[in-house]
């Protein structure tokens, strides 16, 4: 994960599919990573957790409930280009950093769910990334992501 949101923050002048593909995987692992920290070490995720303000723990769970929402809908329900608004910098789209790039408001998903749980859940995921994702820049969602999400491997390994 950490190599992935490394090279995603630091990327320049990409062609359009590899950006999305790098972005994609990032998606992946930061999504993959808080889920198996969430269920293998709870005690340790919540307490970082914990230790944020009830502001800023608003802002991290609604990124990575907007990260879900893109996880799970991206390739299936909508294209890449769809979430992605890659900038557009004088030498033409593309050449700037990718981190710049920003995610774009999506409209309300049609539910496939049946049951209303489900339904509740995708709703869930897809207001947190209308107001944490949408309009902001790719690069802040994954450095902060990320950022948590050391500090919570790092209180789980040491507990190991």
Request: aromatic residues 12%; contains cysteine; charged residues 20%.
């Amino acid at each position: 994960m950490q190599e992935t949101t490394d090279r995603l923050l630091r990327a320049t002048g990409w062609q359009r599919p590899h950006a999305f593909a790098v972005i994609s995987e990032a998606v992946w692992w930061v999504t993959m990573v808080d889920a198996t920290l969430v269920r293998y070490h709870p005690d340790v995720y919540h307490g970082v957790l914990a230790g944020y303000g009830a502001a800023e723990r608003r802002v991290i769970e609604g990124t990575f409930g907007g990260l879900r929402f893109v996880r799970n809908r991206m390739g299936y329900y909508a294209d890449h280009a769809d979430f992605i608004r890659p900038c557009r910098m004088k030498s033409g789209p593309g050449a700037g950093p990718i981190a710049d790039w920003t995610w774009r408001p999506m409209p309300e998903p049609g539910l496939v769910t049946p049951t209303v749980r489900g339904q509740e859940w995708e709703m869930t995921r897809y207001r947190a990334y209308q107001v944490q994702l949408a309009g902001h820049p790719v690069g802040e969602s994954f450095e902060r992501a990320a950022a948590f999400l050391r500090l919570a491997a790092d209180g789980s390994l040491s507990r190991s």
